[in-house]
Every structure is written in C-alpha cells, then in structure tokens.
Nanobody
Framework: QVQLVESGGGLVQPGGSLRLSCATS????????MGWYRQAPGKQRELVAG???????NYADSVKGRFTMSRDNAKNTVHLQMNSLKPEDTAVYYC?????????????WGQGTQVTVSS
C-alpha cells in the first residue's frame, strides 16, 4: 500500500523558515514524480512545487525564489525548504505522488501538515 507521511509543519513568524518532509513507501520512489500542494481555508488546493524523478523542479510563482523542493532517493523522501515565509503561506501542506498505469493517472496523498505563519 502507498503511504505518504508529512512532517515539519508548525507555527513560524513572518520571515522565518520551515522544512517539510514527506516519507514515502509502497512506490518506486526514484521514478515517481512528486509534488507539494497546499490548501488554505476557503481556497482550492494548489500546486506549490513539483519534482521529477530526475530532480527537475517547478514552482508556483507565489513561492518562486523562497521555496526549494528536493528529493532524497536513498531515503525515499522529499523535502520542501520554505524560507522568507509570509502569512499568505499559511495552509495545510500535502505531499503528492503520481503513478501512471494503463494510461491512467493515480494521485496519492499524505495526511497533510499545518503551516501557520503569524506574528
């Protein structure tokens, strides 16, 4: 069974930093595209950052230059380093894994971790 477990969320002041981690199991991690999404109250879930199996990344414009996504294939774990945090970054952050089988896309999700940016 596929399991994604996020950690590292918490309360931080504006301008501060957090590093989120997502530990995975049940997937062939090295070839699996991964993503970080977030959902704030009253808003749709949005893609924050994505990473390919080869390590290529893309970011939402709102976090570009502040957030960095990485993957550690030896530990089957992805990270999201979040710097210069703003109150508008407050959301539940979810880890996502994508699997393709029979030309169908399957998305797997972690339980989410709360990030609150407030003074």
């Amino acid at each position: 069974q596929v399991q994604l477990v996020e950690s590292g969320g918490g309360l931080v002041q504006p301008g501060g930093s957090l590093r989120l981690s997502c530990a995975t199991s049940g997937i062939i991690f090295s070839i699996t595209p991964m993503g970080w999404y977030r959902q704030a109250p009253g808003k749709q879930r949005e893609l924050v950052a994505g990473i390919t199996g080869g390590g290529g990344t893309n970011y939402a414009d709102s976090v570009k230059g502040r957030f960095t996504m990485s993957r550690d294939n030896a530990k089957n774990t992805v990270h999201l380093q979040m710097n210069s945090l703003k109150p508008e970054d407050t959301a539940v952050y979810y880890c996502n894994a994508v699997r393709f089988q029979r030309n169908l896309r399957y998305d797997y999700w972690g339980q989410g971790t709360q990030v609150t940016v407030s003074s």
